[in-house]
């Protein structure tokens, strides 16, 4: 099995920075893509950015020029690392990654338990 645990987040002043962090264990053969979705009472969950095994990056429109995704493979670890925060990225924040298996081929989608930001003044 594949484990995604989460981490970094917190109660956070409007303008201030935050990073998340997401590391990935268990029988990991590879990780083809690894990403943040967020999620707030009322809205449905949405991606907010992602990363692939080759650094290709995507963002929501509402965070591109304020966060940042990075990876460092060694640790199978991705980060997130959001300034100039705002009211609306209040939500909790769900790790998600695309794993390739040791044990089965096909690539499969996991989550993380959620890390919950608060940007609030």
């Known amino acids: 099995q594949v484990q995604l645990v989460a981490s970094g987040g917190g109660l956070v002043q409007p303008g201030r920075s935050l990073r998340l962090s997401c590391a990935a264990s268990?029988?990991?053969?590879?990780?083809?893509?690894m990403g943040w979705y967020r999620q707030s009472p009322g809205k449905q969950r949405e991606l907010v950015a992602s990363?692939?095994?080759?650094?290709?990056?995507n963002f929501t429109n509402s965070v591109k020029g304020r966060f940042t995704i990075s990876r460092d493979n060694a640790k199978n670890t991705v980060y997130l690392q959001m300034n100039s925060l705002k009211h609306e990225n209040t939500a909790v924040y769900y790790c998600?990654?695309?794993?390739?298996?040791?044990?089965?081929?096909?690539?499969?989608?996991?989550w993380g338990q959620g890390t919950k930001v608060t940007v609030s003044s």
């Open positions: 990363i692939t095994s080759v650094g290709n990056t």
């Open positions: 998600h990654a695309n794993v390739v298996s040791r044990w089965y081929g096909p690539p499969r989608d996991y």
């Open positions: 268990g029988s990991i053969f590879s990780i083809i893509a």
